[in-house]
Structures are given as C-alpha cells and as structure tokens.
C-alpha cells in the first residue's frame, strides 16, 4: 500500500469504499462496520500520510465526513452525481405538485 502512495505523479490517495468492499468480498454486507475494512481503511489512511499525500475518501453523509476528517482525511467526497440529480428532480416535482394544485 505504501508503495503506491509513494509514486511519483500521486497526488491524493483516495478510498472507493465500495470498490473496497468489492474487492474485499464485501458488498452485500454492512461493511463499514466490519473490523477488517475498518481497519483497511485505516491502513491506507497511514500510509498516505507516510508519504506525505493528502488522503480521500467518498462518505455517505455530513455526519462521515466530520469523522473521516477527524481521522485524518483532506479530500472528502459527499453524495454522487446520481443522488444529486434525484434531490433536484424531487425538489422540482414538490414544487410543480405546489404550483399546480
């Protein structure tokens, strides 16, 4: 792991915590609570801060974020283009269901 943080052209080392899982045999599971992908995470957390790089990771909600910044995270995902969509489609349908009534 730490090896790949220290290629040159690195910038950012960042966690897909579902292409982790998947890699892990995880997804179907609840595998953010499971002790070994914790402690995976973790790992590539130390090592990213070995070589001095900056490390991401995608979070699910406001409440991830602040606890993956205080592990040590800079580079912080939230949501995803299609959960973003769906807000905003939702948001217009609501206000046309409004409007129109």
Known sequence: ???ICRVDGVDVVFVGPYD???SMGLLGTNFGQN???????Q???IASQGARKPAGIH???????????RQG???LAVGSDVQFLRL???SILSELKVRCN
Do not use: D
């Not at 002790?35 to 995470?41: C, I």
């Open 35 to 41: 002790p070994v992908w914790q402690e995976t995470v």
């Open 73 to 75: 995270f800079r580079f």
């Open 20 to 22: 982790l899982a998947a």
């Open 59 to 69: 979070a699910q909600s406001i409440e991830e974020v602040k606890t993956y910044f």
């Open 1 to 3: 792991m730490s090896g």
């Open 88 to 90: 905003a489609v939702n």
């Open 43 to 45: 790992k590539v957390l």
